[in-house]
């Protein structure tokens, strides 16, 4: 079974900071699929970035980038000049191809100062 | 864009009562996943319907019944609720057949309150 590890469970920077969301992940399948998801308070789950496991390149969006080990099972999120409207609960998760079902890490709860 | 659509948006029963959660998937989506997040946790996977068939199950208690229907909407019904099924219970969708990797797409949950 697939388990997924966030050490953080809280973290908080000021607003144009950079910061980092870690995740670890421990699985025995080779093809597979790595998330980040945001929740804000309106506790809506919105996809972050994707990362599919067979591309070396790290997914990149806007001010949102991944920082992808494979070797390591490590998948972190970096975060550019936050924003105030970053401030919400990152979930990382994943999702191995074929089955469908997605499993979570516990969650870091980000906080961005003005 | 359309988005998934979940009813009702918040629900309030009492224990051993019984609820009907429903979920309208994107249009032309052919899956659909139900998650359960308790407070202060991640959400949980509880089962998936792949056109219309259970393609996955995950930690749902025999209390829990699911079924997608031929215009791909799909219901989770709970019965005998206890206190502990209070939670956060999101419907997501994605599109399966001919794609790569199927994306899901969350609908905004429906809160349920068991008192």
């Known amino acids: 079974a697939q388990t997924v590890t966030q050490s953080q469970p809280e973290m908080s920077v000021q607003e144009a900071e950079t910061v980092t969301l870690s995740c670890t992940y421990d699985t025995s399948e080779n093809n597979y699929y790595l998330f980040w998801y945001k929740q804000p308070p309106s506790r809506q789950m919105i996809l972050v970035i994707r990362q599919e496991a067979y591309k070396q390149q790290n997914a990149t969006e806007n001010r949102f980038s991944v920082n992808f080990q494979k070797a390591a099972k490590s998948f972190s999120l970096k975060i550019s000049d936050s924003q105030l409207g970053d401030t919400a609960m990152y979930f990382c998760a994943f999702g191995q191809k074929g089955a469908q079902k997605l499993v979570f890490g516990q969650g870091t709860r980000l906080t961005i100062n003005p | 864009a359309a988005g998934v659509i979940q009813s009702p948006r918040h629900l309030i029963k009492e224990k051993r009562e019984t609820a009907t959660l429903k979920c309208y998937p994107i249009?032309?989506?052919?899956?659909v996943y139900w998650y359960q997040q308790g407070p202060g946790q991640d959400p949980q996977f509880l089962i998936s319907?792949?056109?219309?068939?259970?393609?996955d199950k995950g930690s749902i208690p025999d209390r829990f019944s699911a079924q997608q229907f031929s215009d791909y909407h799909s219901e989770l019904n709970m019965s005998s609720l206890e206190l502990g099924d209070s939670a956060l219970y999101f419907c997501a969708s994605s599109l399966t057949r001919g794609q790569v990797y199927n994306e899901q797409f969350f609908g905004p949950g429906t809160r349920l309150t068991v008192l």
């Open positions: 319907f792949y056109e219309k068939m259970q393609s």
């Open positions: 249009p032309r989506h052919d899956t």
